[in-house]
């Protein structure tokens, strides 16, 4: 009877160990991989993270990660990124095919959570070059006050502050078909969320290495894509009528009617009256695009220019669905007339310029960063305590400060005086404006 119960113990507690000892070396291995990411990443700035953790299925996830990167004083922050590969199996036993470039049957990759915001170094330097591309296509867009590229201080006029992000990228090998099989989505919170799958074949190899050796290398089949607006269309309207100082529905027809060299430098094409109407309705009402292509092996996108535009919808058995219509005219041309050298003269907005003399440089004084108020929403108070704030409250009183806390609502300034410091209480609820001092590099 006593062997009996040792071999019933044995059963169940041989399993757990087996268990706890692989968690537990996969816990140690992701540790592992994440502190050598940290020290490759120090050159750049710093990889902070917090809780990790794994499941039997192979999933591995990393949360509350931060990047911060020298010379800046952006913080971006990721809630949570997982990756599941197609099993557990293939986690612990070909961990060595994976690094020899061996592709596992399945895997996705999710960012869970990406937030960026619309006020630091990072976006200013990315509106710098949004305006100087602006500014090397002017003229081609005579709406929208002449921004034919939408950037950071666009999206802050059309009310964002910030910008947050879920994101996954997923695939399937079906070597039976020789195929690859890709799932990709993306939600950025109250803008726009798409979904797009595509189908590569010619797919024989799992070595990434042999992929592309091979006579008849991998290419697209088909794709879908489906998008789903939920704010974004709404604002670019309402932005750009404003801008443009017309009501929305005259901006609404003035934008479907635009020039063949505006719809060529965006869309890509100059879309023919079907295109258009359909643009104009979904500007009206935005909502819901759904878009669908199948190349036959003679096509390749990079060589779909070679062939007649009217024959082309046929040719890539095209279908276009706007908020649940069918819309049969695709018709368009391409666009053979002059463009715009668009990227040019740009480098200097990414680093310092490359010396021209072997002479000694002056030496210079470091430039202070400069210091502004931006308008921020009410809701965001909690993310700026210690700051400079200025607020105007809902009966028209204006309050300055630095705010300390915020209880119960309620929001804690103080205000230096003569001799002294005074502080002040005003409820988050009667806030109507509120800015914040921030710095401006």
Known sequence: MKSLKQILIAIILIPLLIIGGI????????????EQLARQFSVFGTFEYGDISTSLSGRLSVENIRLRFHDLNDVIRIKAVHYSPDSLWFLLTKGDK??????????????????????????????????????????????????????????????????TTDFSIGYLLDM???????????????MVAAHIRAT???????????????????????????????????????MCAELSNLSKQEFIEAEANQKPIYFASTWGIIPGAGLRQA?????????????????????????????????????????????????????FKFYSGKRPQLGKDIKHLFGKEEKTSEA??????????????????????????????RLVTDNGKHREGTLTSITDNTLHIRQNVYKGTFEMTVPLSRVKKAEVLLEQR
Do not use: W
């Not at 949004?130 to 005579?142: A, D, R, S, T, Y």
């Open 23 to 34: 968690k537990g070396y996969m816990h140690y291995q992701l540790k592992s991989n994440l």
């Open 98 to 163: 994976l690094k020899q470039g061996y592709l596992p049957e399945s895997m996705q990759l999710a960012v869970e959570g990406l937030n960026m915001d619309l006020f630091g170094d990072i976006t200013e330097k990315v509106e710098d070059v949004i305006n100087e591309l602006n500014f090397q296509m002017k003229g081609v867009n005579p709406l929208c006050g002449g921004r034919l590229f939408i950037g950071p201080r666009e999206y802050r006029e059309m009310g964002y502050e910030e910008l």
């Open 176 to 190: 039976q078909n020789q195929q690859l099989l890709i799932d990709i989505k993306s939600n950025v919170k109250d």
């Open 200 to 238: 590569v074949s010619g797919i024989s190899d799992t070595r990434l290495s042999r992929l592309y050796a091979n006579p008849n290398p991998p290419r697209l089949k088909q794709i879908s894509m489906q998008y789903i607006d939920k704010s974004y269309t709404r604002r670019f309207v309402k």
């Open 279 to 331: 643009y104009k309705r979904f500007l009206s009402n935005p909502g819901k695009v759904e878009f669908s292509m199948e190349l036959p092996e003679s096509v390749e996108l990079k060589n779909i220019d070679l062939f007649k535009a009217e024959d082309i919808p046929q040719l890539l058995k095209l279908k276009l669905v706007v908020n649940g219509e069918n819309i049969n005219d695709l018709s």
């Open 360 to 389: 000694p440089a002056k030496a210079t004084k470091k430039k202070k960063p400069q210091k502004r108020y931006r308008e921020v929403s009410a809701r965001r108070l909690p993310k700026y305590i210690g700051r400079q704030i």
